[in-house]
C-alpha cells in the first residue's frame, strides 16, 4: 500500500506542473462563471430554475468535454512512460508493477476529479453568497455521476494506453473510441437497428451499453423523470429498469465498465514486453 500511495502522490505531483491540468481546471471553472455571468440560474426550463438549472446545463457540457480530455490525457500515461524509458528505472527500484499501475491509476482519478467537483463547489458557494436555494439531492446525484464517469473512462484510457505501443497510437485510438460513443449518442442506434426490424427492448439495450449514453439518460431523467424528450425509447427504459432503477443503474454499470476496463489493462501491461 505505501509503494502505491507513493507512486499516486508521484502522479498528482507531475500532473499538477502539467500545462494541460491548468487548462483542465480553467475550462470547468471558467465554466460555471460564464454560466453565473449570463444569469443562466434566473432562466426557467421544464420548471427547473435558480442553481438547478445551471447544473442541469454544467452536467451536459461536462458530458462532451470530460470523456475526450480523460482519455487524452491518461492514454499518454502508460505509451508515454514507454516511450521515454521510465520502465528502466522502474524495474530497478523495490516497485511493483501493480502498486506502480493501480497507484498511476489512483493519482490520476484525483487530478481527473479535483477540478470538476471543486467547480460544483463553487457553483453551491456562488449560489449560497447570492441566496440561492440549494438543490442538494441533485447536486449529490451530479457528484456521483461524474465521479462514476471520470472511473468509467480513465479505465478506458488506461486499457488503451496499455494495448498501443506509442504515444501516437494511443491518442488515435482513444479520439476513435470518444467519437464512437459520441456517434451512438441520442439513442442514434435506435433508427438504425428498428428500420432492420431489431425489436425495441433489444435495440435499447444495445444502446444503454454505450457509457456516454447512459450518463446523459441519466442526467435527464433527473429533471424529465418520463424521459419524454426520448420519445418512444422512454418506455422502454422504464419497463426494463423503472425510474430509480436507472439512476442505479447508471452509477453501477459505467463502474464496472471502468474497473474492467482497468483490470484487463493491468493484465497485458503485466505480460507484455515492458522495455
Known amino acids: 500500500m505505501k509503494q502505491l500511495w507513493l507512486t499516486a502522490k508521484l502522479d498528482i505531483v507531475e500532473s499538477l506542473r502539467a500545462r494541460w491540468f491548468q487548462v483542465y481546471s480553467l475550462v470547468f471553472g471558467g465554466i460555471v462563471a460564464l454560466l453565473f455571468l449570463f444569469g443562466l440560474t434566473e432562466s426557467r426550463v421544464l420548471g427547473f430554475i435558480g442553481l438547478s438549472r445551471l447544473l442541469v446545463t454544467y452536467i451536459q457540457l461536462t458530458m462532451a468535454i470530460l ?120 439513442l442514434i442506434l435506435l433508427g438504425v437497428m428498428i428500420q432492420g426490424k431489431v425489436s425495441p427492448e433489444v435495440a435499447v439495450t444495445m444502446a444503454l451499453a454505450n457509457p456516454l449514453q447512459v450518463f446523459r439518460t441519466a442526467a435527464l431523467a433527473l429533471f424529465d423523470p418520463q424521459l419524454i424528450v426520448l420519445g418512444p425509447s422512454a418506455y422502454v427504459i422504464l419497463d426494463l429498469f423503472g425510474a430509480f432503477g436507472y439512476k442505479v443503474f447508471a452509477l453501477v454499470y459505467p463502474t464496472i465498465v471502468g474497473v474492467a476496463a482497468a483490470t484487463l489493462g493491468y493484465q497485458i501491461f503485466k505480460r507484455g514486453d515492458l522495455p
Do not use: H, N
Not at 480530455?69 to 508493477?97: K, M, Q
Not at 491509476?105 to 447570492?130: D, K, S, T
Open 67 to 186: 470523456p475526450i480530455f480523460v482519455l487524452i490525457t491518461t492514454v499518454r500515461s502508460v505509451a508515454g512512460d514507454r516511450e521515454a524509458g521510465v520502465y528502466e528505472y522502474l524495474l530497478s527500484l523495490p516497485v511493483s508493477l501493480a502498486a506502480w499501475f493501480w497507484g498511476k491509476i489512483l493519482g490520476r482519478y484525483i487530478v481527473i476529479f479535483l477540478p470538476v467537483f471543486a467547480a460544483m463547489v463553487l457553483a453551491v458557494v456562488i449560489a449560497l453568497l447570492r441566496g440561492i436555494e440549494v438543490p442538494w439531492g441533485m447536486f449529490g446525484y451530479y457528484t456521483a455521476l461524474l465521479a462514476v464517469m471520470a472511473a468509467c473512462f480513465l479505465g478506458l484510457g488506461m486499457l488503451i494506453s496499455a494495448l498501443a505501443r506509442s504515444t501516437d497510437m494511443a491518442q488515435g485510438a482513444a479520439f476513435v473510441v470518444w467519437l464512437t460513443l459520441l456517434l451512438f449518442l441520442d
